[in-house]
């Protein structure tokens, strides 16, 4: 009721798609989604459980988005988004939403990433969507991007 | 087009309601107010307004002789509409970086 889906498929073996995924994060993050004062210069996801998933400014400070729940390379991927009204990291985890990334080899060359966002309530529980785009930095560009997206595909 | 607990995401698939969404979310406003920030007539607005609140992603209140429209605070359906976007967009640029990345990246290790 509250998770959403998605999915994607690449043209590479599983590994290679898990490693590209979270190793490269911040190469193909798409860089108006972030929430730091500076633009974004990097995005990290730190390889192990417990590890932190947070953005690195062009000014060199670092923003959390979360927590890696579940490390299992390289299949499984689950990290939280935890950010509150007041765009910061929320310790608080009833108020963690969870993203859930599946790895499935479709082919020796071919793999499908499948992506579950869930809890999305608890988020609602710690702030209102208004509080989170309308004080989120970069990511009030997000929209307008989509609206570039959506007149570029005509 | 897709569903996901009874919120249809194709709310936010149309370029004027995700202006008239985002400009809900920096502050309350009534028709008028988005009218003359949007280049689009008063009943324009009231028609996709009318879209958003059907869809629960925002509500309105009276002020008098006016009607206030906001994000709907109890916030799901938004967080849903919202966060669809995001790995929409995200999940296509992964896709696309992989398609793009160099030919030793791909193969096997």
């Known amino acids: 009721m509250n998770s959403l889906h998605g999915s994607a498929t690449v043209a590479m073996p599983v590994a290679k798609a898990f490693d590209f995924f979270t190793g490269s994060f911040g190469s193909w993050w798409p860089a108006d989604y972030h929430i730091g004062r500076s633009d974004m210069a990097d995005a990290i996801i730190e390889p192990r459980e417990g590890g932190r998933w947070f953005e690195r400014g062009v000014d060199g400070t670092e923003c959390d988005w979360g927590r890696v729940l579940a490390w299992e390379p390289p299949n499984r991927l689950v990290i939280t988004w935890q950010i509150d009204g007041q765009w910061q990291f929320d310790p608080d985890a009833a108020h963690a939403s969870e993203i859930e990334v599946r790895f499935t080899e479709a082919g020796p060359d071919e793999t499908i990433v499948e992506l579950e966002h869930r809890h999305l309530d608890r988020l609602a529980g710690g702030a209102t969507i208004s509080d989170v785009i309308g004080q989120g930095g970069g990511w009030t560009a997000i929209l307008e991007t989509f609206a570039k997206a959506g007149e570029a595909a005509g | ?109």
């Open chain 2, 1 to 109: 087009m897709a569903t996901f607990g009874g919120v249809d995401f194709g709310i936010l698939g149309d370029p004027t309601r995700r202006a008239i969404f985002e400009l809900l979310a920096r502050q309350p406003l009534s028709v008028g107010d988005l009218a003359d920030r949007l280049p689009i007539t008063r009943q324009a607005v009231s028609q996709h307004l009318r879209v958003l609140k059907d869809g629960g992603l925002v509500i309105v209140t009276p002020d008098g002789t006016r009607r206030i429209y906001r994000l709907n605070p109890d916030g799901v359906a938004a967080y849903q509409a919202y966060f669809q976007r995001v790995w929409d967009d995200a999940l296509a640029a992964f896709q696309k970086a992989a398609d793009a990345a160099p030919i030793d990246e791909r193969e096997h290790s």
